[in-house]
């Protein structure tokens, strides 16, 4: 039916480049043969927000495992029919570490520390002080940590394994509610033993430079923490406010962009009260879109900005947002 001129098709359209190679004298064949380089791109994003400027950099992925273990209150049909939907495997949740350091202009504020040594999670975490080094910031002018909880993932980071501090210029900010609750043998689960040690080993030493924010406190010029407990009890998100813009940095309130936004009152395997984390989910992500607030979140896929909005059916959907490759 087709002559090759009103709808030529691919493959006229191939031998028609080889017969345009041969006339033109060029081999049709590739000569080179390049070794596969096996290296990735650096794993920093930066942008600019109001006066300042963000970069997020990475600690490294954190793969949970089953997803049907760690997210709970779903049957499995409906959490495949979910993930298959959205083009996510079924067998592992892989969640990144994306952590925020931002330059107000006269601070330097770094937002979580990532897993440090602790390979909880296997080999792929602990990249902070490297992913720093590549985005050319030095560990010695951080101003200010400050942590949304005192989970491994989030305060693993403070301290290096010989009891130096990786961050030594810096003053911590945590709420004195997950610093009492995760430093305590008495409260911290059995199950979650190297939770505990990990905030002990870390927080415990820097007792000295922590300052509790409270809840709708702007500690920070600019940075406002908002509490958002159930993940743990202190969990807590921040309103971040430059200039103009807002950027809000919202931690653990979500720790996967489908399985706790289609139905937010999924449960997650590591909150200490998952009926409150899921009241504070939904209230927040209600929030940020009803104001259409730029979220950053930690654990979703890098480099983890973006929307959310409410879905019409209880429900929200994660829009990402392009990185931008021009400052
Ligand atoms: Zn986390």
Known sequence: MTNGLENPGRRSLVLGAAAMA?????????????????????????????????TIVSDGTLPLGDPHTNFLGLSPAEMDAQLTSNFLPLSNAVLEQNILILNTGNRLVLFDTGMGSLKLFGPTTGKLLATMKQAGIDPKDIDAVVMSHAHVDHCGGCMADDGSRNFPNAQYYISQADFDFWTDPTKVPQAFGAFLDTARKNLLPNRDRMVFYKDGQEFLPGIQALAAPGHTVGHSIFMITAGKENLCYIGDLTHHPVLLMEKPLTEFAYDTDPKQSAQSRVRMLTMLAQNRIPVLAYHFAWPGIGHVAADGKGGFRYYPEAMKMDL
């Open 22 to 54: 041969v006339a033109a004298g060029t081999p049709t064949r590739a000569r080179a043969k390049a070794a596969l380089l096996k290296a990735q791109s650096p794993y920093f994003y930066r942008f600019p927000l109001g006066d300042g400027e963000a």
